[in-house]
Nanobody, 128 residues
Framework: QVQLMESGGGSVQAGGSLTLSCSAS????????MGWFRQAPGKEREGVAT????????VYSEAVKGRFTISQDNAKNTVYLQMNSLKPEDTAMYYC?????????????????????WGQGTQVTVSS
């Protein structure tokens, strides 16, 4: 059974940093894209960062570009999201997701519909 599990969330003051981790078990070759999404109360889930394992290409949303970095350690089956210069508007539940190349590109790399497997989420709270 494939499973994604996030960790590393917490509370931090504005300007601080956090690193989220996503541990994958039962990894499958179909997970060509790994992504991070977030959802704040009353808002839709939005794509934050994604990485294509084929060539390491990364894509970020405009809201986090220059502040967040997605990386992947295949030896550990783990994906990371380094978050710097955090802002109160970054407060949300953060989800790790995995998906195949075709599905992700059909809908868009920062769109949730193409991702087939999801973690349970980890909460990030940024106070001003």
């Amino acid at each position: 059974q494939v499973q994604l599990m996030e960790s590393g969330g917490g509370s931090v003051q504005a300007g601080g940093s956090l690193t989220l981790s996503c541990s994958a078990s039962g990894y499958t070759d179909s997970w060509e894209y790994m992504g991070w999404f977030r959802q704040a109360p009353g808002k839709e889930r939005e794509g934050v960062a994604t990485r294509y394992d084929g060539d390491g290409t990364t894509v970020y949303s405009e809201a986090v570009k220059g502040r967040f970095t997605i990386s992947q350690d295949n030896a550990k089956n783990t994906v990371y999201l380094q978050m710097n210069s955090l802002k109160p508007e970054d407060t949300a539940m953060y989800y790790c997701a995995a998906g195949p190349y075709e599905g992700v590109h059909l809908y868009g790399r920062l769109v949730s519909y193409g991702y087939t497997d999801w973690g349970q989420g980890t909460q990030v709270t940024v106070s001003s």
